[in-house]
């Protein structure tokens, strides 16, 4: 019965019906390109919508973006008003005392071991029958290949030791160096800084010049300023340069449009990119007042003067023009009674008699208080 079922297994698994629809079973590809159009349709479906989904977080990103953006602009001021003081000491270096570091030459070669040259000696009958002539021999060659690894051994570990003493001494000598540099820039500093306190020109000039060097700005700001001081009226006079108005960005969201398949900007009203910008350079302004105030004593500086000025393009004849934007001048005394962190600074610099110059026809930035 066994053997008549196995017959008919093989009888059914090798027939002509078996093979035939075996032959025509479509494969994977062909079935799916046969599946029912609703099917199809579903498929398609999810695709767009996780398309549309994807377009949809790179917009949010994008507005994200540029709201960090304007938040940073928003902050230029008063991201200042928290840190503490420029001072001399903060140009002054300290350089601390690097370890010595060998590397590899401070770690001593393993001596060799007699217990790696030493022949086998011989037991039993070996010694009898030659084995004992033979280990001498051996004996004899392995103390001479151990006598040269030891003689071997001495001279990389005297090579390594000399080498270990130069690498010490060449770090020694950096230190050495490295101090002797810091020694002679603080002792810079240091005349520097009693030039400040007599009051010389150039001491003060070149110490607001620090101070403005050590300020941090969000990118696409220029980094560009003279500073000069007048000793009779005891006044810091800066000239300042403005980013260009397109550091306020030109969309202030951006959308994922479906039936264009496109990510699209809105942009930001031309009246709030002004006031924005007016605001900007208020910030600007003030801040570059409140931190030579803050960094110099009343006793050398009694007054700053800032005129800002930016780089740009005349429309009407092409050429690269740098009108003056604002101008103000501010006692300590009266400067030391304004809230920084509560103000509107463009109010603020109205109050304080700041002069806004109208920009010149055909430039490509309005004047910011106009």
Known sequence: MTQAGRGTVMAWSGSPE??????????????????????????????????????????????????????????????????????????????????????????????????????????????????????????????????????????????????????????????????????????????????????????????????????????????????????????VVVEFEFPPRDVIPSARAYRYVTTSDVIEPLPRPENEIRQRYRRLISCVALRTLHEIFSATPAGVVQAVVFHGHVTTVDRATGKTVRPALLRVSAQRSAFAELVLAAVEPAACLAGMNAVMPPAPGGLDTAAPYA
Do not use: C
Request: hydrophobic content about 35%; aromatic content about 8%.
């Open 18 to 235: 078996w093979k035939r629809r075996l032959a025509v079973q479509p494969p994977d590809d062909d079935r799916q390109a046969r599946e029912q159009p609703w099917q199809a349709r579903e498929r398609e479906k999810a695709r767009q919508q996780e398309h549309a989904e994807a377009q949809q977080q790179a917009a949010a990103a994008k507005t994200a973006e540029v709201e960090r953006q304007i938040t940073r602009l928003d902050e230029v001021l008063t991201s200042a008003l928290a840190l503490p003081p420029f001072t001399f000491k903060r140009l002054m270096t300290f350089p601390g005392t690097p370890r010595f570091d060998p590397g590899p030459l401070g770690h001593g070669l393993p001596a060799p071991d007699w217990s790696s040259f030493e022949p086998r000696q011989p037991r039993g009958l070996r010694r009898f029958l030659g084995g004992a002539a033979s280990y001498r021999r051996q004996l004899a060659a392995a103390e001479i290949l151990f006598a040269d690894a030891v003689s071997d051994h001495q001279r990389k570990e005297q090579q390594r030791q000399r080498a270990l003493t130069a690498a010490k001494a060449r770090h020694d000598q950096n230190v050495t160096e490295q101090r002797g540099q810091a020694a002679a820039g603080n002792a810079h500093v240091s005349r520097r800084e009693l030039a400040f306190a007599a009051g010389e020109a150039e001491a003060v000039t070149w110490f607001a010049g620090r101070v403005l060097d050590a300020s941090r700005y969000p990118d696409g700001f220029p980094r560009e300023y003279q500073v000069s001081y007048r000793p009779g009226s005891r006044d």
